[in-house]
């Protein structure tokens, strides 16, 4: 029988993370879901990881391999095409899942059958500690990608037949972004989301995630914008806050750590 859940990931010399990764969907508190993960061409310990994961769950794992280096859509994209389940979620390998992250969002598409799409809000953190909640809106529409992602990407859950029809965007401009253009193409077909308001998923922000945020990347962002704006036919005011969103990249990356770590002591000192 076909698993009511279908992770999937995507995986680049993730040994230092990957473990935890894994056995937070070890905790999950439903047994019900598959794991469909890609090696993208890794050249540390992740392969025999992801052997030994598999072993331990006979059946609920499957692991594809790149010949090279492909980046992020393209890895998705295969394990969309491997994914079995009814649903099928996202998950980052250096990422958390809370416990009972996906029997909450099962319970929630299996009773709102006119929602495509759920998230949550997520938890940042880092070796110091959590930091804040990234909001998102409970109810996103298309005004919400004027102001960015609507959804945080490793939060979400997707009806299969839906996330199979959309996929994602293999180009230069979505090497980084291919979740915001995904957004875009996911409201213009007329989809509809919906984001649960409890961190469910904890997302690791330290300094190798903050220098990812290149200013190459958020001008990728930006046409991204630029385009799926036009496709939505979105009025002239919608494009100026995805404009001056490219003034973060005059920001250090360190100065964005420092801010990360007050953050940090802002909070409950939790260990995650």
């Known amino acids: 029988m076909s698993p ?17 990764a894994l056995e937070s969907l070890r905790d999950q508190s439903m047994s019900d879901w598959e794991l469909v993960v890609c090696d993208d061409a890794s050249t540390d310990d992740t392969a025999q990881i992801l052997i030994d994961f598999a072993e331990d769950f006979p ?16 890895s998705l994209n ?30 929630f598409l299996d009773r709102n059958l006119e929602i495509d799409l759920v998230g949550s809000t997520m938890r940042r953190f880092d070796s110091h500690g959590l930091h804040d909640v990234v909001p998102v809106p409970s109810q996103p529409t298309a005004a919400n990608l004027r102001d960015g992602t609507p959804f945080a990407h ?18 230069k401009r979505t090497v980084r972004g291919q979740d915001y253009d995904l957004w875009f193409r996911f409201f213009a077909s007329g989809h509809t989301g919906a984001n649960l308001m409890e961190p469910l998923y904890f997302v690791r922000e330290d300094i190798n995630a903050i220098r ?35 003034l973060k990249a005059l920001i250090p990356s360190h100065a964005m750590q420092l801010f990360r770590r007050w953050q940090a002591r802002t909070v409950d000192r939790q260990t995650v």
């Open 4 to 20: 009511k859940v279908s992770i999937i990931m995507s995986v680049f010399n993730g040994a230092d993370t990957l473990d935890s």
């Open 154 to 171: 490793g939060t979400v859950m997707m009806r299969a037949e839906v996330f199979k029809e959309l996929g994602y965007l293999v180009s």
């Open 212 to 246: 990812r945020r290149t200013a190459k990347s958020r001008f990728h962002n930006w046409q991204t914008a630029m385009v799926g704006l036009r496709a939505l036919n979105a009025p002239a005011s919608w494009y100026v806050r995805p404009s001056l969103s490219l």
């Open 59 to 74: 059946g609920q794992v499957t692991v594809l391999h790149n010949d090279s280096n492909r980046r992020l859509s393209y």
């Open 78 to 107: 295969r394990c969309l095409g491997a994914a079995r389940g009814t649903y099928i979620a996202r998950m980052d390998a250096d990422d958390l899942n809370a416990p009972n992250r996906l029997e909450k969002q099962v319970d």
